[in-house]
């Protein structure tokens, strides 16, 4: 599965972005994918986990600074999965990145983490000014 992420700019805070991650490869990878999220990674910071959509069911998961600012939304279609960002805020500044994964049992738990995913994409870089 390749993973290609896109939408990323910079704005003021307050604005809205939405950013796209689009995913190739093989049809029957595509139709494997369980759960795709994104992550962010801010200079000098480790990175972080910032929401996941499950394929069965879509349930949503997001990290809590983010939680009624962010929506994750998968077009099943278009193997695409979207971030609306809205009220954006200069601590949301970082490179976002997309990621997939194909394993067949993944608890809650471990789906803030990247350990729970094999595939990712380049990054889109996210800029917000005060």
């Known amino acids: 599965v390749q993973l290609q992420a896109s939408g990323g700019g910079s704005v003021q805070a307050g604005a809205s972005l939405r950013l796209s991650c689009a995913a190739s490869?093989?049809?029957?990878?595509?139709?494997?994918?369980?759960?795709m999220g994104w992550f962010r990674q801010a200079p000098g910071s480790e990175r972080e986990f910032v929401a996941s959509?499950?394929?069965?069911?879509?349930?949503?998961y997001y990290e809590n600074s983010v939680k009624g600012r962010f929506t994750i939304s998968r077009d099943a279609a278009k193997n695409t999965v979207y971030l609306q960002m809205n009220t954006l805020k200069p601590e949301d500044t970082a490179v976002y990145y997309c990621?997939?994964?194909?394993?067949?049992?993944?608890?809650?738990?471990?789906?803030?983490?990247?350990?729970?995913?094999?595939?990712w994409g380049q990054g889109t870089q996210v800029t917000v000014s005060s």
């Open positions: 959509i499950r394929r069965n069911g879509g349930r949503v």
């Open positions: 490869g093989r049809a029957y990878s595509l139709n494997s994918i369980n759960v």
């Open positions: 990621a997939s994964s194909l394993r067949t049992y993944l608890s809650d738990t471990i789906l803030y983490t990247g350990r729970a995913y094999d595939s």
